[in-house]
């Protein structure tokens, strides 16, 4: 099993940055596949970023390329959202996900992925 929480979930103006932050425990960290999703009212959760367990290959949704980065530290079992140039269209709640996957990859499909934290909201104002 993988516990996982997501932190960093505010209120911030447009043109604004937030870093969210995914604290796994449970199982290593170092062998599984992470990503963030994001769900938005009346909407399907759609993926944002995903980031292999090494850390050596990313993958980020178009609507984010540019302005959101992924990152991780196997050493302390987090990994990261950094969010700059917010957009109204972002705000969401964003899910933190991990993926028992055997390969070094980034997927950006929600079936591969095991387990998931319980969200963060992310809101920005025009």
């Known amino acids: 099993q993988v516990q996982l929480v997501e932190s960093g979930g505010t209120s911030v103006q447009a043109g604004g940055s937030l870093r969210l932050s995914c604290a796994a425990s449970?199982?290593?960290?170092?062998?599984?596949?992470m990503a963030w999703f994001r769900q938005a009212p009346g909407k399907e959760r759609e993926f944002v970023a995903a980031?292999?367990?090494?850390?050596?290959?990313?993958s980020y949704a178009d609507s984010v390329k540019g302005r959101f980065t992924i990152s991780r530290d196997n050493a302390k079992n987090t990994v990261s959202l950094q969010m700059n140039s917010l957009k109204p269209e972002d705000t969401a709640v964003y899910y933190c996900?991990?993926?028992?996957?055997?390969?070094?990859?980034?997927?950006?499909?929600?079936?591969?992925?095991?387990?998931w934290g319980q969200g963060t909201q992310v809101t920005v104002s025009s």
């Open positions: 449970g199982r290593t960290f170092s062998i599984l596949g």
């Open positions: 996900a991990a993926d028992r996957t055997p390969y070094d990859s980034a997927s950006r499909a929600k079936y591969e992925y095991d387990y």
């Open positions: 980031i292999s367990r090494r850390g050596g290959t990313t």
